[in-house]
T-cell receptor, first 110, second 115 residues
Framework: GQNIDQPTEMTATEGAIVQINCTYQ??????LFWYQQHAGEAPTFLSY????GLEEKGRFSSFLSRSKGYSYLLLKELQMKDSASYLC???????????FGTGTQLKVEL | DARVTQTPRHKVTEMGQEVTMRCQPI?????VFWYRQTMMQGLELLAY????????DSGMPKDRFSAEMPDATLATLKIQPSEPRDSAVYFC?????????????FGSGTRLTVV
């Protein structure tokens, strides 16, 4: 089976940097994906990693270490609109499955 | 922009009633997923289809849930009989062949409340 862990909640200050961690145990790993979900809305794709290392995309970056089963999402220059749930998801290509963690609720404060 | 359309957006029903949720995938997408989201469990994969054939429904309670794709433009998720623990937001997502999650688009969800 799959096991994906991420913190339930985090709070950060506007303008700061926050790192949201995700650890996973899975078989048939084929990529790790990060989604953002605002309350009452659908998840939207943010970033992904297939190989080890850092992927940067504007204010958002994601890191992956496959040997450690570990990823993080880094959000820079936080804005109030970044307050949302951030979902870590593992893609297992053999079964074409995208399995989600329970999400980290990020609250950005003034 | 092309979008995945889910109906209804909200549904309140009494325990024991049948509930049918519908999803219109993006034209040309051959993979369709049903997810359920609750506060406690997060987003759980219930079932998915490729080219209208069910590939995996291991996440779905078989005794009361059923998922079908009567044609390429419609996917349905049915609960009969519904129970209060089925209260959740149900998301449909679709994707084209060969893209993996990069090509997935989620619908806006159906918020189901069973009283």
């Amino acid at each position: 089976g799959q096991n994906i862990d991420q913190p339930t909640e985090m709070t950060a200050t506007e303008g700061a940097i926050v790192q949201i961690n995700c650890t996973y145990q899975t078989s048939g790993f084929n990529g790790l994906f990060w989604y953002q979900q605002h309350a009452g809305e659908a998840p939207t794709f943010l970033s992904y990693n297939v190989l080890d290392g850092l992927e940067e995309k504007g204010r958002f970056s994601s890191f992956l270490s496959r040997s450690k089963g570990y990823s993080y999402l880094l959000l820079k220059e936080l804005q109030m609109k970044d307050s949302a749930s951030y979902l870590c998801a593992v893609f297992t290509g053999g079964g074409n499955k995208l399995t989600f963690g329970t999400g980290t609720q990020l609250k950005v404060e003034l | 922009d092309a979008r995945v359309t889910q109906t209804p957006r909200h549904k309140v029903t009494e325990m024991g009633q049948e509930v049918t949720m519908r999803c219109q995938p993006i034209l040309g997408h051959n993979t369709v997923f049903w997810y359920r989201q609750t506060m406690m469990q997060g987003l759980e994969l219930l079932a998915y289809f490729r080219n209208r054939a069910p590939l995996d429904d291991s996440g779905m309670p078989k005794d009361r849930f059923s998922a079908e794709m009567p044609d390429a433009t419609l996917a349905t998720l049915k609960i009969q009989p519904s129970e209060p623990r089925d209260s959740a937001v149900y998301f449909c997502a679709s994707g084209p062949a060969g893209t993996g999650p990069l090509g997935y688009t989620f619908g806006s969800g159906t918020r189901l409340t069973v009283v």
